[in-house]
């Protein structure tokens, strides 16, 4: 684990940004691109933000994957930028920057499994007014950004519980803690094999950089520490895998418009 650098006192990497052949930049979404939410719906991208990575894919030698855990069908959705690719779910499903959808994880029938869960745990929760049981149809998530802390702490005991009988029965699940959120998977599904498998197509000469704020990043920040800079969205930051970090969302906007300057001049 790293103590990241401040990246817009890393002049060192400007060269960078002019010289490098290709840029690929996977962002994740909620939290680095957007703020986060109370609710997900409400985490929306401005207008200024869609024509900046409108101009970065347009832009001479720049790729861009929004990597996120939203289920594909709502990036698709919140992000209506053409010539970008967008990884979904963890890394389960990709709509490539041509607009070919496909799954990068088979998963056989995890649908049935996450609508027996969303039955199992609605009850158990119905009188949970702060929480919020996300179903993505490959991913079960609750949401506890709204709850008290007392109630928090219930949904969090009642989810894992029915999760754990679950996997006492068998069923291939992991649990991954969030920024107010629990959610359970696949196992074998994550960011950084899903960022892996973006590599395997790209020269080496090609610069991978890496923008997320939660710990499903920590994964694709690991799959491109040896290809590019890593980039953490966190203040104040916390040991990370990243080597860089930014402050938030506006942050973010800022680099990348810097960025695009320099390979527009170079």
Same mark, same amino acid.
């Given at each position: 684990?790293?103590?990241?650098?401040?990246?817009f006192?890393s002049?060192?990497?400007?060269v960078?940004?002019?010289?490098?052949? !290709?840029?690929?930049?996977?962002?994740?979404y909620?939290?680095?691109?957007?703020?986060?939410?109370? $609710?997900? @719906?409400?985490a929306?991208?401005?207008?200024?933000?869609?024509?900046?990575?409108?101009?970065?894919?347009?832009?001479? &030698?720049? !790729?861009?994957?929004?990597?996120?855990? $939203?289920?594909l069908?709502?990036?698709?959705?919140?992000?209506?930028?053409?010539?970008? =690719?967008?990884?979904?779910?963890h890394?389960?499903?990709?709509?490539t920057?041509?607009?070919t959808?496909?799954?990068?994880?088979p998963?056989g029938?995890f649908?049935?499994i996450?609508?027996r869960? $969303?039955?199992?745990l609605?009850?158990?929760?119905?009188?949970?007014?702060?929480i919020?049981? @996300?179903?993505?149809?490959?991913?079960? =998530?609750?949401?506890?950004?709204?709850?008290?802390p007392?109630?928090?702490?219930?949904?969090?005991?009642?989810?894992?519980?029915?999760?754990?009988?679950y996997q006492?029965?068998g069923v291939?699940?992991?649990?991954l803690?969030?920024?107010?959120?629990?959610?359970v998977?696949?196992? &074998?599904?994550?960011?950084?094999?899903a960022i892996?498998s973006?590599?395997?197509?790209?020269?080496?000469?090609t610069?991978?950089?890496?923008?997320?704020?939660?710990?499903?990043?920590? @994964?694709?920040?690991?799959?491109?520490?040896? $290809? &590019?800079p890593?980039?953490?969205?966190?203040?104040?930051? !916390?040991p990370?895998?990243?080597?860089?970090?930014?402050?938030?969302?506006?942050?973010?906007?800022?680099?990348?418009s810097?960025?695009?300057?320099?390979?527009?001049?170079a």
């Open positions: 684990m790293y103590t990241p650098r401040y990246i006192a002049p060192d990497l400007e960078l940004w002019q010289t490098a052949s !290709q840029l690929f930049f996977c962002l994740d909620d939290g680095t691109l957007v703020p986060i939410a109370s $609710r997900p @719906e409400e929306r991208p401005t207008t200024a933000l869609l024509a900046l990575l409108s101009q970065l894919t347009q832009a001479p &030698g720049i !790729q861009i994957a929004i990597v996120s855990g $939203r289920p069908s709502d990036l698709c959705a919140l992000l209506p930028v053409a010539g970008m =690719a967008c990884i979904g779910t890394g389960l499903e990709m709509r920057a041509g607009g959808t496909h799954q990068l994880v998963v029938a649908t049935s996450v609508a869960l $969303r039955r199992d609605a009850p158990l929760l119905s009188n949970s007014a702060g919020l049981l @996300e179903d993505k149809r490959y991913t079960l =998530a609750l949401h506890y950004r709204l709850a008290q007392a109630e928090a702490e219930y949904a969090i005991a009642q989810f894992l519980t029915v999760i754990r009988t006492k029965k291939t699940l992991e649990v803690q969030g920024k107010k959120v629990i959610e998977r696949p196992i &074998g599904v994550n960011k950084g094999k892996q973006l590599r395997e197509y790209r020269d080496k000469a610069v991978f950089v890496s923008l997320g704020d939660d710990a499903t990043d920590e @994964e694709a920040f690991q799959a491109l520490n040896d $290809r &590019g890593t980039i953490l969205v966190a203040d104040p930051p !916390q990370t895998a990243a080597r860089f970090y930014l402050k938030n969302p506006e942050e973010v906007s800022r680099f990348l810097r960025v695009l300057r320099l390979r527009q001049a």
